[in-house]
């Protein structure tokens, strides 16, 4: 199964650009990158997600390497309820999907 | 809201004992899927079903098992239950499986207590 890497933890200061690193290094080419965040006492939601190109949404930024070995999701002004745990995952090919543990993002007012 | 619901909010039962979790997808939603989050382990994927038949086996225990039912509901059957248990358990839904981008949907979860 393609395995995604991500710090176990992040800070960010309150309305300051976040960025939030993935490695997925075993990607295949079929396999879409996908984002999701949960909130506390949440369960999780989407963010955004994509392919090849880079992606923005009303929520989020997705930056995806040339490689697409690793990708980045940006909040672009990070708020007090962006403070969440943010999981990167792949998803594509009759596969198990694994969320694992995520990247907990803490906003600092 | 996502349009997923899950029955009951909280279950707290004894070691030994059997329960089952209830799941409704979004309606439209073909495919269910059920995790397992407890606090030192993540969200670990259980399995998922798609329009009433088993797709992906993740790390489900044998003393677990689902099924989803023509109307598109699920149901998660846990037995034997042990302490390790205890834990969040999520259903999402989405339209097809997640071999295409569809994004699932999650449903508020189920807080299973094992005493």
């Known amino acids: 199964d393609a395995k995604t890497t991500q710090p176990n933890s992040m800070e960010s200061n309150e309305e300051e650009p976040v960025h939030l690193p993935c490695n997925h290094s075993?990607?295949?080419?079929?396999?879409?990158i996908h984002w999701y965040r949960q909130l506390p006492s949440q369960g999780p939601e989407y963010v955004i997600h994509?392919?090849?190109s880079n992606v923005n949404n009303r929520m989020a930024s997705l930056a995806i390497a040339e490689d697409r070995k690793s990708s980045t999701l940006i909040l672009h002004r990070a708020t007090l309820r962006d403070a969440a745990v943010y999981y990167c995952?792949?998803?594509?090919?009759?596969?198990?999907?694994?969320f694992g543990i995520g990247t907990k993002l803490q906003v600092i007012p | 809201d996502s349009g997923v619901t899950q029955t009951p909010k909280h279950l707290i039962t004894a070691t030994g004992q059997r329960v089952t979790l209830r799941c409704s997808p979004r309606?439209?939603?073909?495919?269910v899927y059920w995790y397992q989050q407890s606090l030192d382990q993540g969200l670990q994927f259980l399995i998922q079903y798609y329009n009433g038949e088993e797709r992906a086996k993740g790390n489900i225990l044998e003393r677990f098992s689902a099924q989803q039912f023509p109307d598109l509901h699920s149901e998660l059957n846990l037995s034997s239950l042990e302490l390790g248990d205890s834990a969040l358990y999520f259903c999402?839904?989405?339209?097809?499986?997640?071999?295409?981008?569809?994004?699932?949907?999650f449903g508020p979860g189920t807080r299973l207590t094992v005493l």
């Open positions: 994509g392919l090849t």
């Open positions: 075993t990607i295949s080419g079929t396999d879409y």
């Open positions: 999402a839904s989405s339209v097809e499986g997640f071999e295409v981008e569809n994004e699932q949907f």
């Open positions: 309606s439209g939603d073909l495919s």
């Open positions: 995952i792949l998803g594509g090919g009759y596969q198990k999907v694994t």
